[in-house]
C-alpha cells in the first residue's frame, strides 16, 4: 500500500496526534507535519518528518491528510 502513496499529511501532533504520526513514519512513508505550536512537530521532524509551517502547503504535498 505504501508504493500507491507517496506522502501522508498530518494535521496535529499533540496527545493523539504525536503517536499516530510515529508510527506513519514507523512503516516508512514520507510524512508531513503542520501544528499550530511548532515546537511539538521538532521529535517528528529528526525522525525525518517534513515540517510545514503553512497548512494550505501541507495539504498541496500530500496525497492523504489526517
Not at 498530518?10 to 515546537?39: C, H, Q, S
Not at 512537530?41 to 503553512?54: N, Q
Amino acid at each position: 500500500m505504501s508504493n500507491f502513496i507517496k506522502s501522508v499529511g498530518f494535521i496535529g501532533t499533540g496527545l493523539m496526534g504525536l503517536p499516530m504520526a510515529k508510527n506513519i513514519l514507523a512503516k516508512k512513508f514520507k510524512l508531513n507535519v503542520w501544528n499550530r505550536t511548532p515546537g511539538k512537530t521538532l521529535e517528528l521532524k529528526k525522525k525525518g518528518a517534513k515540517v510545514f509551517s503553512d497548512i494550505k502547503d501541507l495539504v498541496q504535498n500530500s496525497k492523504v491528510i489526517v
